[in-house]
């Protein structure tokens, strides 16, 4: 197809693909984690945290499918993602930044999934990411990126 001012040709297809090609802005890792610390379900109450419970517990089989270990920190003991034999390691602590920073310490995960833990889980990655512990322990974030969450936040 030749422009209509320049008469010069255009590969439509080659323009189209160029418009449609995503180029991400920062490179991926794609690296798949050794293991990784999934962000618990936390207290439930009624009508709240029993999906997380259940999404979270499902995370765990998916991860330990691929032979992933996986090491949960969920303070609440009632809960199907702490039952015996599900995760590999599970902390009875509560989801705040220290303890959760005091596991990874320990443990050295190679990424962490904050979406299983409802609101309290979000916030808790958050305030780590802004005081730079996930960086400062070379902790991936898996699943939504925090400024998706950040961004989404009220």
């Known amino acids: 197809v ?14 189209i693909n160029q418009k449609l090609l995503y180029v ?7 690296s798949i984690p050794k293991k990784v610390l999934i962000i618990g379900s936390g207290g439930l109450s009624i009508g709240q945290a ?7 517990s499902q995370a765990i089989k998916a991860l330990q499918e691929e032979n992933i270990q996986t090491v949960l920190i969920n303070p609440n003991i009632a809960t199907v993602q702490t039952s015996k034999g599900m995760a590999d ?16 310490r320990a443990e050295r995960p190679g990424g962490v999934l ?21 960086d400062k322990y070379g902790v991936r974030i898996l699943g939504t990126p925090i400024d998706a969450i950040i961004d989404t936040e009220d």
């Open 50 to 56: 029993g999906e997380f419970d259940y999404s979270g």
């Open 24 to 30: 991400p802005k920062v490179p991926y890792d794609l």
């Open 89 to 104: 390691k599970v902390y009875f602590l509560p989801l705040v930044p220290e303890y959760v920073e005091q596991v990874i």
């Open 114 to 134: 904050l979406t299983f833990g409802g609101q309290t889980g979000l916030n808790c990655g958050v305030e780590l990411q802004r005081a730079g512990v996930f």
């Open 2 to 15: 030749k422009k209509f001012k320049t008469s010069t040709s255009v590969n439509i297809r080659e323009k």
